[in-house]
């Protein structure tokens, strides 16, 4: 195992693409010190922000200290365990593809970016634009899971494509926005514009009832037996689902009517 404990805080971002499990592996602990990570507008090696011990021969990376600042951890990500005891900086675990991240604290914004596969687990908050599209890009994520236990910022989902994205707390406005397809959970209150624009996916919330779009059509209610799949694999991984969400009757809707309409959102009634 490869330990890498942070050595100071800084208030200037540090891109840390190197930390990623298969990227370090077979590399001795000196070696990695001296990889060269962007640190404001300059190179710098990363020894001088962590202290170094192990290595990462078996693919497992545990990072200690406040690295609320380090950006890139996990991108790109194919295989090995990665465990954040602590915050982390922005775009942890954006295109991964495999392989699994646990964060015992918050994430900031873009967390698993455009991913592809693989597991992102944050036992804390997260910021904007959990598994969404990149500016100019054209679909988020696009398989893989994502839970958030706590909270999340807006835009959750991005033009998702594919995969599964649960949220434990609050979310912010514009959620599954422009949704090609994949799953979204949403566990307690929904900001504004709930789906705007999606055109296939299933949104399914479970909190307060969220104000919807007019161009949402309501169709029917149902007790989808998908949904408790869903739950008993959200339990296996310590999520909690409380027993009247499995039990729940939903109220379907149809939408968004202003693109191919083809999505649906279920409001859990209890």
Sequence with gaps: MLRLTSIGNTTI???????????????????????????GN????????????????????????????????????????????????MHVGAEMQGGSIEIQGHAADWAGAEMRGGALRIRGNAGDLVGACYRGGRVGMRGGAIIVDGNAGNEVGHSLRRGFISIGGRVGDFAGVSMIAGTIFTFGETGKRLGAGMKRG???????????????????????????????????????????????????????????????ILVTTG
């Design 42 to 89: 300059a190179p710098a090696p990363l020894g001088e922000f962590f202290r170094v011990e192990g290595d990462a021969g078996d693919q497992e990376i545990v990072l200690a200290g406040d690295c609320s600042r380090v950006k890139l951890v996990g991108a790109g990500m194919k295989s090995g365990k990665m465990i954040v005891e602590g915050n982390i900086g």
């Design 202 to 264: 299933t949104i399914a919330t479970f909190g307060a009832a969220p104000e919807l779009l007019p161009t949402f059509r309501f169709a029917c209610r149902l007790e989808p037996l998908f949904l408790r799949m869903y739950f008993l694999w959200l339990r296996d991984a310590g999520f909690p689902v409380a027993d009247e969400h499995a039990r729940g009757i939903c109220s379907r809707y149809c939408g968004d009517l202003v693109a191919l309409g083809k999505g649906e």
């Design 13 to 39: 971002p540090v891109e840390a693409e190197w930390i990623v499990p298969d990227l370090l592996a077979g590399k001795t602990a000196r070696e990695i010190a001296g990889l060269p990570v962007q640190y």
